[in-house]
């Protein structure tokens, strides 16, 4: 199983950045998909996340407006688009997977995102 993260970088208050997984290993269309993030001193929370056909969507308050989840299922991957991005939104970024049983998840490396002028 792999999951890795790309699209992490420094990026100026207002400015947006686009955050990619790629998966394999797994039957990715049937698994819910997930973004969190964590920040130094912070527990890791969840950012947003999608379900398998792509049909439900949820967000934290905190990025509602600001974050748009999305997946294809037919290259296995999965994107956060982030526009209006502020400085507290400086964190690790984590892809996660979760079987439809949810009994399996599977969790990439992490990304950095910082967000600083």
């Known amino acids: 199983v792999h999951v890795v993260e790309s699209g992490g970088g420094l990026v100026q208050p207002g400015g947006s950045l686009r955050l990619s997984c790629a998966a394999s290993?797994?039957?990715?269309?049937?698994?819910?998909m997930r973004w969190y993030r964590q920040a130094p001193g912070k527990a890791r929370e969840l950012v947003a996340g999608i379900s398998s056909g792509g049909g439900l969507i949820t967000y934290a308050d905190s990025v509602k407006g600001r974050f748009t989840i999305s997946r294809d299922n037919a290259k296995n991957t999965v994107s956060l688009q982030m526009s209006s991005l502020k400085p507290e939104d400086t964190a690790v970024y984590y892809c996660?997977?979760?079987?439809?049983?949810?009994?399996?998840?599977?969790w990439g490396q992490g990304t950095q995102v910082t967000v600083s002028s």
């Open positions: 290993g797994f039957t990715f269309s049937s698994y819910v």
């Open positions: 996660n997977a979760v079987s439809p049983r949810l009994d399996e998840a599977y």
